[in-house]
Nanobody, 120 residues
Framework: QVQLVESGGDLVQAGGSLRLSCAASNITFTTYHMGWYRQAPGNRRDLVAAVATSGVTRYADSVKGRFTISRDNAKNTVYLQMNSLKPEDTAAYYC??????????????WGQGTQVTVSS
């Protein structure tokens, strides 16, 4: 069974930066697109960034220009560099694999997520 373990969340002031990591196991990592999703209380879980098997990246408009997704295939890990954080970025962040690139779908059981809280 695929396991996804997210880390790196924290409490940060507006304008600050964080780097999230997601380690995947029991997976042929290079064959899957990977994405970062977030869910704020009362909201649905949405895809905000994705990196294709080719390395192509795509972002939701709300994070474009501030977040950067990357992958390290040797480490089975996907990262999310988050800069210029805003209070509205506050959410639990999860990684998973969208069934098609940049679709708000997922293929594996969710990990525990990592909490990002941005104070104003």
């Amino acid at each position: 069974q695929v396991q996804l373990v997210e880390s790196g969340g924290d409490l940060v002031q507006a304008g600050g930066s964080l780097r999230l990591s997601c380690a995947a196991s029991n997976i042929t990592f290079t064959t899957y697109h990977m994405g970062w999703y977030r869910q704020a209380p009362g909201n649905r879980r949405d895809l905000v960034a994705a990196v294709a098997t080719s390395g192509v990246t795509r972002y939701a408009d709300s994070v474009k220009g501030r977040f950067t997704i990357s992958r390290d295939n040797a480490k089975n890990t996907v990262y999310l560099q988050m800069n210029s954080l805003k209070p509205e970025d506050t959410a639990a962040y999860y990684c998973n694999s969208p069934r098609t690139f940049f679709s708000n779908t997922y293929q594996f059981s969710w990990g525990q997520g990592t909490q990002v809280t941005v104070s104003s």
